[in-house]
């Protein structure tokens, strides 16, 4: 990684900024064997949340896991198990998939710094919530499905979200919290 780059990282201060910020780069270095990380999990939380939601690493997913695995080696990243750590940077990465649970199509681009960032899209990132709220029983992540709807209402495809709640099992909880927040 180049030392302008390096040192530009560890002046952000640690967090969902520098982790943005850090996609940009890793991306910038994968668009020549087009691959495109989607930001996926906790980390799109957190950005959708204007850092209301706090995690410690970012889930990507991405189908050329091999490509990105080089790309980080390179970056002087370790690999311990599923995750890769930068202790320099104090940035950790995991793959969890090579299947974003949702429409490509509506993906989030974020520029930073001219470079590209990709986020999990907002009515499919609230899916994501919502199926671990009804299947895992993970009583935050309905409660983050919740703010997330809060905070972007205005913003919302519902006919996508109803449709995709519907085929996933999680249509009437989604009317639940609706009705809670519709005036």
């Not at 895992?136 to 495809?157: I, K, P, Y």
């Amino acid at each position: 990684m180049q030392a302008e780059i390096l040192e530009k990282l560890k002046a952000i201060p640690a967090g969902w900024q520098r982790r943005l910020y850090f996609m940009g780069v890793l991306g910038e270095a994968l668009v020549p064997v087009g691959v495109r990380p989607v930001i996926v999990g906790g980390n799109a939380v957190e950005f959708y949340t204007l850092g209301g939601y706090a995690t410690a690493d970012i889930d990507l997913v991405v189908a050329e896991r091999a490509e990105v695995d080089r790309c980080l080696a390179a970056m002087g990243f370790t690999r311990e198990g599923r995750h890769w750590f930068s202790e320099e940077l104090d940035l950790a990465v995991e793959i969890p998939g090579s299947v974003l649970a949702g429409d490509r199509s509506r993906v989030t681009e974020v520029e930073i710094d001219d470079r590209l960032v990709y986020l999990i899209g907002l009515e499919d990132l609230i899916i994501d919530r919502l199926n671990a709220f009804v299947h895992w029983r993970s009583a935050r992540d309905g409660e983050w499905a919740e703010q997330l709807l809060a905070l972007h209402f205005d913003e919302v495809d519902f006919d996508y979200l109803r449709c995709r709640a519907a085929d996933e099992g999680v249509g009437d909880t989604l009317q639940k919290i609706l009705s809670g927040l519709e005036p």
